[in-house]
């Protein structure tokens, strides 16, 4: 029996070990099921696959401890081996979110544009998030999720709605949306698991904003919200 499938199991291994150290800053010292473990919470592909990683680490130590230079026991099946080189491709060479879910038109507003028209423009284009900017800085998200929250907060409180949506700007009722995290802003090189272990981590998190540098002040390329996961999610499994 050849080691060409030991060979390539460890070379996998080793770059799914080295870059979770190096990404995350943990130890060399730490064992390779502790760093699985840790990272459970850090890195949606090591959520998904824990259990499957954990294995990979004990046929690791059986084909390195138990092998020699012409055979070793603990030979991996084809399977196997393409599973881990999938898996330290997703790890190392993650798809960047902007390419696969995230090319789309991102409509922005002024903050001074009144309710009513931002509630036309979404029933017209379906568009869910709207960034609002307020001089070339953005001061939040217009949901239209959280905008039907607010709105019928009001009709409770006996405002008059039609008044209200003609005459309040989306600058004034982001306010009302209040601070409670719903959104987030990052760079063009945010990768599909970093999105996902954000939406997972944050449930209350509706939007990725995505600039060019991921400041407030970068105009948006692209954004991703919530009904993409499941697009994220069959993307890496097919990765």
Same mark, same amino acid.
């Given at each position: 029996m050849t080691r060409e499938n030991s060979t390539r199991f460890i070379t996998a291994y080793n770059q799914i070990d080295y870059a979770l150290r190096t990404i &995350? $800053?943990?130890?060399? #010292? @730490? $064992?390779? #099921?502790?760093? *699985?473990?840790?990272c459970v919470v850090l890195n %949606?592909?090591?959520?998904?696959?824990?259990e499957d990683l954990i294995d990979f680490g004990r046929l690791r130590n059986a084909i390195v401890h138990t092998g020699n230079k012409k055979y070793t026991i603990a030979e991996p099946h084809d399977e196997i081996v393409e599973k881990i080189e999938k898996l330290a491709k997703l790890i190392t060479e993650p798809p960047l979110a902007i390419d696969r879910v995230g090319n789309r038109e991102?409509?922005?507003?002024?903050? /001074?544009?009144k309710i009513g028209e931002a509630m036309s423009l979404i %029933?017209?284009?379906?568009?869910?998030?709207?960034?609002?900017?307020?001089?070339?800085?953005? *001061?939040?998200?217009l949901n239209a999720r959280k905008l039907l929250t607010v709105l019928g907060n009001k009709v409770a409180e006996g405002v008059d709605l039609q008044q209200f949506v003609s005459t309040t700007s989306v600058g004034e009722? *982001?306010?009302? @949306?209040?601070?409670?995290? &719903?959104f987030m802003i990052a760079d063009k090189n945010i990768s599909i698991d970093v999105a996902m272990n954000s939406f997972e981590n944050n449930r209350k998190l509706l939007v990725i904003l995505i /600039?060019?540098?991921?400041k407030d002040t970068s105009k948006p390329l692209s954004i991703i $919200?919530?009904?993409d996961i499941v697009d994220m999610k069959k993307i890496l499994d097919v990765y």
């Amino acid at each position: 029996m050849t080691r060409e499938n030991s060979t390539r199991f460890i070379t996998a291994y080793n770059q799914i070990d080295y870059a979770l150290r190096t990404i &995350y $800053s943990f130890k060399r #010292s @730490m $064992s390779f #099921s502790d760093l *699985i473990r840790r990272c459970v919470v850090l890195n %949606s592909v090591v959520r998904k696959y824990e259990e499957d990683l954990i294995d990979f680490g004990r046929l690791r130590n059986a084909i390195v401890h138990t092998g020699n230079k012409k055979y070793t026991i603990a030979e991996p099946h084809d399977e196997i081996v393409e599973k881990i080189e999938k898996l330290a491709k997703l790890i190392t060479e993650p798809p960047l979110a902007i390419d696969r879910v995230g090319n789309r038109e991102v409509i922005t507003l002024a903050n /001074t544009v009144k309710i009513g028209e931002a509630m036309s423009l979404i %029933s017209r284009t379906g568009y869910g998030n709207l960034p609002i900017y307020a001089e070339e800085k953005l *001061i939040g998200v217009l949901n239209a999720r959280k905008l039907l929250t607010v709105l019928g907060n009001k009709v409770a409180e006996g405002v008059d709605l039609q008044q209200f949506v003609s005459t309040t700007s989306v600058g004034e009722i *982001i306010e009302d @949306m209040g601070d409670d995290y &719903y959104f987030m802003i990052a760079d063009k090189n945010i990768s599909i698991d970093v999105a996902m272990n954000s939406f997972e981590n944050n449930r209350k998190l509706l939007v990725i904003l995505i /600039t060019k540098d991921g400041k407030d002040t970068s105009k948006p390329l692209s954004i991703i $919200s919530t009904a993409d996961i499941v697009d994220m999610k069959k993307i890496l499994d097919v990765y």
